[in-house]
């Protein structure tokens, strides 16, 4: 969709951007210009969260910023004006829509250099400083509002926040008037639905912190929110107000409101089959490490993972109809000539579901550093929203926290997924003997309106084939 509008002033407008499939709002999350910047074409001018991800968006033109439509915490639909830019030089409007941060906060420099990881625009080194305001003495500078976020659901950036210094509490705001507090603060509040406005802060110059926020959260509905010390270290959830700590909300948002949606729509949709096995992997972890000692592989990640999604992949080719997606609109399926393989990660975000693209392809090599690379990027949360469109198929391992096996839900989309168990040592029997060996279970779920039961046993039963005998990797590939 088109991001900028020319107008006859020579303003250009930036609109927020579909930065994901079927997504229709983001949040803005971090501003990193202000009204008078200059910004170049690629720059990075803000960080937004979508239900998939968080993105930076750089702007696809150079000028000076004129207006900021929405401050820090709002959710913006797709196409909606989020920033106005001028020619060179010209002027801000005369009224900021933004106050993007309180008039106390000293913002550090936008970044140099950053590289945006929304897919779209050139990329450009910017040397634009964000104007720096009137700092407050005694103030600590708090991190980015992103580095909170990231962090929440870690124990409120597990618990190390500097002590503010205990001062006597000022009142609350006046009426009419917007309570002092820094944007990490006023968007823990928002999530956990407490009015800045009612509370008295403790924070030095009439600063609200993290703590009156947490404290406002847990104190009685009659009581006043006035913390008279540093509270507990925060969580990512605050007991309901006006309990007795017997029970927690959580707000339901971002990456987990995305997934229960998807969940429910794929259960009630796609008639779930799930078929189980349980295999004697032995052969297939003593290749793993002989695959660590191979120059082939040095520097890459080498696990049990990277032979079961080649597996997989091997299986497909051998039975490509279940490589398809069901379309209920034209009531056709559509069979896939690409497999984009989709790995379940458990990020602080949430799970998430990236995807390897055009997996069929690579090497062995290249799909180890394939998965070393998506697993990087979701553990730091810099997965885009496009690694996470077109899978085709999924592996979800959930061996990697001792579970045996489950019944795993599709994808939407998707027409399989493979749930991976735990490998552990078991008595089984092997020429003829009982004996020590690895055995693990896997499970697939598919859709029974395009893959049936003698298909769905055929792919189930090659991934088990191969990782019982790895050579066939190289018979079959």
Not at 8 to 35: H, Q
Not at 119 to 146: D, F, L, N
Not at 189 to 201: E, H, N, S
Request: proline share 9%.
């Amino acid at each position: 969709m088109t991001t900028m509008t020319d107008t006859a002033s020579a303003v250009r407008e930036f609109k927020m951007p579909d930065v994901g499939e079927g997504l229709t709002e983001a949040e803005i999350l971090k501003w990193y210009v202000a009204p008078g910047d200059t910004v170049t074409d690629g720059q990075v001018v803000c960080e937004v969260e979508t239900a998939k991800a968080a993105v930076e968006l750089p702007i696809p033109f150079d000028g000076t910023v004129r207006e900021l439509r929405f401050p820090e915490g709002t959710t913006v639909d797709v196409g909606q004006v989020i920033i106005t830019v001028g020619d060179p030089g010209s002027a801000p409007e005369a009224a900021a829509a933004v106050p993007a941060a309180p008039v106390a906060d000293d913002e550090p420099e936008a970044p140099k250099g950053r590289q945006p990881v929304l897919v779209g625009y050139g990329v450009a080194e910017s040397s634009t400083k964000r104007r720096a305001r009137k700092p407050v003495p005694g103030q600590v500078e708090e991190p980015p509002a992103s580095t909170y976020y990231a962090a929440a659901v870690q124990g409120e950036m597990n618990g190390h926040a500097a002590p503010e210094a205990v001062a006597p509490a000022p009142a609350p705001a006046a009426p009419g008037t917007r309570p002092l507090a820094k944007p990490p603060v006023r968007k823990l509040a928002k999530d956990l639905g407490v009015d800045l406005a009612a509370i008295t802060p403790t924070g030095p110059d009439g600063i609200i912190t993290r703590e009156d926020v947490h404290a406002a959260v847990a104190a009685p509905a009659a009581a006043p929110a006035v913390v008279q010390a540093p509270a507990a270290p925060a969580q990512a959830a605050a007991p309901v107000a006006g309990g007795d700590a017997r029970e927690t909300r959580i707000p339901v948002k971002g990456v987990r409101k995305a997934t229960a949606q998807a969940m429910v729509g794929s259960a009630f949709t796609a008639p779930h089959v799930t078929e189980f096995v349980t295999v004697d992997v032995t052969r297939t972890m003593k290749l793993v490490e002989e695959l660590k000692q191979d120059r082939a592989f040095e520097g890459l990640r080498v696990n049990p993972l990277l032979l079961i999604s080649k597996a997989l992949l091997l299986a497909i080719r051998r039975n490509p109809d279940v490589n398809a997606a069901w379309d209920e609109a034209n009531q056709e399926i559509v069979q896939k000539h690409y497999v984009n393989l989709g790995i379940a990660a458990a990020t602080p975000r949430g799970l998430i579901v990236p995807n390897i693209k055009d997996a069929h392809a690579k090497t062995l090599p290249e799909l180890a550093g394939a998965l070393g690379e998506l697993v990087t990027t979701a553990r730091e949360g810099k997965t885009s929203p496009g690694a996470m469109q077109g899978g085709t198929v999924t592996i979800t391992n959930i061996g990697v926290f001792g579970i045996d096996t489950g019944t795993p839900i599709l994808n939407p989309g998707e027409s399989a997924i493979l749930a991976v168990g735990a490998i552990k040592l078991q008595p089984w029997v092997h020429k003829g003997k009982v004996k020590p060996r690895q055995v693990t279970t896997l499970a697939l779920s598919f859709d029974h309106r395009l893959v049936d039961g003698e298909l769905g046993s055929k792919v189930l039963g090659d991934v088990a084939a191969i990782l019982e005998q790895p050579k066939r990797l190289m018979t079959w590939a």
